[in-house]
């Protein structure tokens, strides 16, 4: 199952830890992976809003 498919069949099936962990495990193996600092919560804040306009852009497209 692809991450995406993952994560819908979590929302789904929320109680699933076995999915869960399978999740889990193709989120750690992705490469180039940025963690941030509670001193950087703005800028992760800024970065959501934008991956989420660009989301809403695409679908209206």
Do not use: G
């Amino acid at each position: 199952m692809s991450k995406s498919q993952l994560k819908a069949y979590l929302l789904e099936n929320r109680n699933d830890t076995e999915a869960f962990h399978a999740l889990m495990d193709k989120l750690n193996a992705e490469l180039n992976q940025k963690f941030y600092t509670i001193d950087e919560v703005d800028k992760l804040e800024e970065l959501i809003k934008a991956k989420r306009s660009s989301k809403d852009n695409q679908v209206e497209s």
